[in-house]
């Protein structure tokens, strides 16, 4: 089966560190991929992950642990631009998206 | 997105209408995805096709309809069997470097009216 699961919504302050995590279970898995979506928009590829670790793009880094079936996304030096849904989806077969996280970022 | 387009961005149909929604690419990619999205929802797969003349059932197939006679073009068509056919359509390929990457056309929010 598949199935991913990442927090509705989160809010954290311009200038902030921000963290969205993400859980998997997902059959011949062959990746973990992260996008941004702002309302109204298609979604964006922001990064993937094949490998355990730590994987950095300047603000944005994601993590992947595939024993744990779990990945996060980094958001550093937050900006107002960042407020967006941030949606976790694995690759197995076909890709899986998780329901998105909707992140406001305050001034 | 780059070279995926769809149209058009906003579209109304009245109910028991059917309605084929476009999406092409020029980066001359063989797989090509339709996926909706409801609010609060992730993105559920409609149909896919990996080659020309050739597509397959995704989790939501039902009330949907699909053809790949061309690599650029694989509209969708959205059938008055479709029960909630109000939506936000998006058409992908697949593309990268060392794995698979999806990539988005602009998307198609359908309203049925």
């Known amino acids: 089966g598949q199935n991913i699961d990442q927090p509705t919504e989160m809010t954290a302050t311009e200038g902030a560190i921000v963290q969205i995590n993400c859980t998997y279970q997902?059959?011949?898995?062959?990746?973990l991929f992260w996008y941004q979506q702002h309302a109204g928009e298609a979604p964006t590829f922001l990064s993937y992950?094949?490998?355990?670790g730590l994987e950095e793009k300047g603000r944005f880094s994601s993590f992947l642990s595939r024993s744990k079936g779990y990945s996060y996304l980094l958001l550093k030096e937050l900006q107002m631009k960042d407020s967006a849904s941030y949606l976790c989806?694995?690759?197995?077969?076909?890709?899986?998206f998780g329901p998105g996280t909707r992140l406001s970022v305050l001034p | 997105d780059g070279g995926i387009t769809q149209s058009p961005k906003y579209l109304f149909r009245k109910e028991g209408q059917n309605v084929t929604l476009s999406c092409e690419q020029n980066l001359n990619h063989d797989a090509m995805y339709w996926y909706r999205q409801d609010p609060g929802q992730g993105l559920r797969l409609i149909y896919y096709?990996?080659?020309?003349?050739?597509?397959q059932k995704g989790d939501i197939a039902e009330g949907y309809s699909v053809s790949r006679e061309k690599k650029e073009s694989f509209p969708l068509t959205v059938t008055s069997a479709q029960k909630n056919p109000t939506a936000f359509y998006l058409c992908?390929?697949?593309?990268?470097?060392?794995?698979?990457?999806?990539?988005f056309g602009p998307g198609t929010r359908l309203t049925v009216l």
């Open positions: 997902t059959s011949g898995f062959n990746g």
């Open positions: 989806a694995s690759y197995g077969q076909n890709f899986v």
């Open positions: 992950n094949v490998l355990d």
């Open positions: 096709s990996q080659i020309v003349n050739d597509f």
């Open positions: 992908a390929i697949n593309a990268g470097e060392g794995t698979d990457t999806q990539y």
